[in-house]
C-alpha cells in the first residue's frame, strides 16, 4: 500500500507516511474524545448502519466507535483540511462536532478539520452499487497488469436495460460510462452517442475503458515497481514517518491534557 502511495506520487518529505498503530498516542486521545461524544452521534452515521446490516453477528464497539477514532487521528495533527471521499462527509462533519465540544468543554486545542473532495468525490464500485472498495471487492488495483484490469472491467455492470446489442443505452446511468469520464475524457461524447444509438456494444465499451485504464496506470506501475527494487526503503519512510508523526502527538496530547487538566506524571516528581 505504502508503495501504491508513493509511486502515486505523494513525496514523504512533504506529506509524513506512517503507521497508525506505531503513534500509540492516538488510542490515548481517542479515549479522551470519547468521553466527550454522545452515543447518539454515533448511532446516526450512515456507515454505522451499513456495517451493522453486513455483519448483525457481531456489532461492536469498535464499528460504532470508528468516528471518534477517526477524530483522533485528525485532531491528534491538528489537521486542518482532509482529502476525503463523498461517503466520508458524515464521519467529517461528527468529527468537527466533536472538537468542537471538546474546546467548548476545556479551552481551544483542535481546528474543526474541513473537507477537500477531488473532482470525482465518488468513485463507484465494478458492481455499481457501494463506492470503489477492496473491502467490497468491487475495486480495480492500481498496481494491476492490463490483463488483470480487463478482467476486471469486464466484470463491471453496466446500463441493466440494455438487453440486447441492439438495445439502445442510456450511459447516463450506466456506471461504464461514469468510469469514461474519468479514464477516457476525450472520448466520452463519441460514446455516449454511440451507445444511445446501439452503435457499440458494451463488451467494445469496456475494452476501451479497460485500454485507457491501463494507459492511465502504465506511468504508475514503472514508478512502483522502481520504488520496490530499492531494499528498505519502504520501512525507512514508515521509521521516520512514525518519528516524526509521534514528536508532534506528544505535543498535542501535552496540550490536551493540560486543557483537561489531568494530572501529568511529570508533575509527581
Ligand atoms: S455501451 Fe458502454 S456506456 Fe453504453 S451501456 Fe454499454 S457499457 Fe455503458
Not at 467548548?104 to 483542535?110: E, K, N
Not at 465494478?126 to 463506492?131: A, I, P
Not at 466484470?155 to 469520464?181: M, Q, W
Not at 502504465?218 to 522502481?226: G, I, L, S, V, Y
Request: charged share 25%; hydrophobic share 40%; net charge neutral.
Amino acid at each position: 500500500m505504502v508503495l501504491d502511495w508513493l509511486a502515486a506520487g505523494i513525496d514523504p518529505q512533504k506529506s509524513i507516511i506512517f503507521v497508525q498503530s506505531h503513534v500509540p498516542q492516538v488510542t490515548e486521545l481517542h479515549t479522551l474524545l470519547s468521553m466527550v461524544t454522545p452515543l447518539s452521534w454515533l448511532l446516526r452515521v450512515p456507515t454505522f448502519k451499513e456495517k451493522v446490516k453486513m455483519q448483525p453477528d457481531n456489532v461492536n464497539y469498535g464499528l460504532v466507535g470508528y468516528p471518534v477514532l477517526q477524530t483522533a487521528d485528525i485532531a491528534l495533527y491538528k489537521g486542518e483540511v482532509v482529502p476525503v471521499g463523498e461517503d466520508q462527509l458524515p464521519h467529517l462533519e461528527l468529527a468537527r462536532e466533536i472538537v468542537r465540544r471538546f474546546n467548548s468543554l476545556f479551552g481551544f486545542v483542535f481546528p474543526e478539520p474541513q473537507a477537500k473532495l477531488t473532482n470525482f468525490p465518488l468513485v463507484a464500485g465494478l458492481n455499481g452499487v457501494q463506492k470503489m472498495s477492496k473491502s467490497y471487492d468491487n475495486h480495480i488495483e492500481i498496481s494491476a497488469s492490463p490483463q488483470e484490469v480487463s478482467k476486471r472491467v469486464m466484470t463491471a455492470v453496466t446500463d441493466p436495460a440494455r438487453k440486447y446489442r441492439s438495445d439502445p443505452g442510456h450511459p447516463e446511468i450506466c456506471n461504464v460510462f461514469r468510469l469514461h469520464s474519468s479514464f477516457t475524457p476525450a472520448r466520452v461524447e463519441e460514446i455516449a452517442v454511440e451507445c444511445r444509438g446501439a452503435r457499440i456494444g458494451c463488451v467494445d465499451c469496456k475494452k476501451i475503458l479497460a485500454e485507457s485504464i491501463s494507459l492511465n496506470l502504465e506511468p504508475f506501475r514503472e514508478r512502483r515497481a522502481d520504488l520496490a527494487s530499492r531494499p528498505g526503503y519502504v520501512n525507512q519512510v514508515l521509521a521516520d514517518g512514525a518519528n516524526r508523526a509521534e514528536a508532534i502527538a506528544k505535543e498535542t496530547m501535552k496540550e490536551a491534557e493540560g486543557k483537561m487538566k489531568l494530572l501529568q506524571r511529570a508533575d509527581l516528581d
